[in-house]
């Protein structure tokens, strides 16, 4: 099972990001997204269910951060609007068989990271 993350990048504050994150190897109930800026804990910011119907965010993002996936391709997305310094991270894609969730003891697996930094 591999998680390959990608999208990352330097953007301005104010301005936009797509996250990607593709799995192999097979399919899991949720996927999500966290982040850890340096020197703090792994946080959680979006995570989605297999049926799309279920979704949850962090308050930090909320209205910001939008997370989709396509169960066709295996991926899930992570679209990032109005961009903010405190958003800078290394954010990671993380996948888990268990019902959506914002623990992060609940992911059985994770990706690489792909840093994201908003300068102001």
């Known amino acids: 099972v591999q998680l390959q993350a990608y999208g990352g990048g330097l953007v301005q504050a104010g301005g936009s990001l797509r996250l990607s994150c593709a799995a192999s190897g097979r399919t899991f109930t949720t996927m999500g997204w966290f982040r850890q800026a340096p020197g703090k804990e792994r946080d959680f910011v979006a995570a989605i269910s297999w049926s799309v119907l279920s979704t949850k965010y962090a308050d930090s993002v909320k209205g910001r951060f939008t997370i989709s996936r396509d169960n066709a391709k295996n991926t899930v997305y992570l679209q990032m609007n109005s961009l903010k310094p405190e958003d800078t991270a290394v954010y990671y894609c993380?996948?888990?068989?268990?019902?959506?969730?914002?623990?992060?003891?609940?992911?059985?697996?994770w990706g690489q990271g792909t840093q994201v930094t908003v300068s102001s």
């Open positions: 993380a996948a888990s068989v268990a019902p959506v969730s914002i623990r992060r003891d609940e992911y059985n697996y």
